[in-house]
């Protein structure tokens, strides 16, 4: 059972996390003309990913009541699901997510010029994401500051991962020709999404485990942290080699840096997702 949390755990955050960031940069790295046809197919991700989003938010809520009881049949129970919604703060907080999570899912089927719209609602069903983790283990201003201080990561996260995706969208063939300005874009804000990453990552490992690193180092909550900053590294240096691949104009090259670049921010959010899980090893 604690497998499946974590699998649904780490699709739920993906998929949520890549809507966010793809509707907050759109606009500013495909913009419209000549990139129309990545568009849509950027249309079609995204109606899939909110459906998929759905589903397995609503699978979240089911194993979260499976859990409760202890047993399988939990997750069909309609008492013990009505338990989990009203008489918990996950479930008061999940209500508002699947609900935020349908809205989207409607407007990126109406599609009826709804950017903006796209923007605020994928903006709040990431901000309800932020008090369901460790967040929700300190009470008062502690507890409100360190909800604030996961939903600015989140927000980080989530746009440095959703510009990498859309432009891995862009350099499929044929690439823009115009791809190297859209990197340059990208970068520019690359700078303050990696500062707000790290400075709340920090944050949250002190306020959590009471000192700059949870010990011990390889074990635990501490051993899978040091699995996603060593991946979070990676994408650094990868970032930085993706400049240097761009102004020599290997474009396949690139995809394939963007795409390992991605790949390994996949597999930080899939850390968090067994992160969330684990007990923090307060040492205060």
């Given amino acids: 059972m604690q497998s499946a949390i974590v699998f649904c755990r780490f699709l739920h955050f993906s998929l949520v996390l890549l809507m966010f960031g793809a509707c907050l940069l759109r606009p500013f790295l495909l913009g419209a ?5 990545r568009n849509r197919t950027l249309d079609w991700l995204l109606r899939l990913f909110a459906l998929l989003a759905l589903a397995s938010g609503v699978a979240w809520l089911m194993l979260t009541s499976a859990n409760m009881t202890g047993t399988w049949q939990g997750a069909l129970d309609g008492e013990t699901l009505r338990l989990v919604l009203g008489d918990t703060f996950f479930g008061q907080v999940w209500r508002w997510h699947l609900g935020f999570n349908l809205l989207l899912l409607i407007s990126l089927l109406v599609h009826r010029d709804t950017g903006l719209l796209q923007v605020v609602l994928g903006g709040l069903l990431l901000a309800t ?3 369901v983790g460790h967040g929700a283990m300190f009470d008062g201003i502690a507890g409100q500051l360190l909800i604030l201080n996961q939903a ?7 746009t440095w991962l959703g510009g990498l995706m859309l432009l891995s969208l862009l350099l499929v063939p044929p690439a823009s020709q115009d791809i190297r300005a ?3 874009r990208f970068s520019s804000i690359g700078y303050c999404l990696v500062a707000g990453i790290i400075v709340t990552g920090l944050i949250n490992v002190r306020a959590l485990s009471g000192s700059f690193w949870p010990t011990p180092l390889f074990s635990g909550f501490a051993f899978i942290l040091l699995i996603k900053v060593s991946l979070v590294i990676a994408m650094l240096m990868l970032a930085l080699l993706n400049r240097l691949i761009s102004r020599s104009g ?3 090259v690139l995809r394939t840096s963007v795409t390992c670049e991605w790949v390994l921010g996949m597999g930080a959010v899939a850390a968090v997702s067994l992160l969330g899980t684990l007990a923090p090893m307060l040492g205060f």
């Fill in 152 to 158: 600015i990561h989140l927000l980080c996260v989530a």
């Fill in 182 to 184: 859209v990197l340059g």
């Fill in 33 to 37: 003309g000549p990139l129309l046809t």
């Fill in 250 to 252: 290997r474009l396949g």
């Fill in 129 to 131: 994401l932020a008090p």
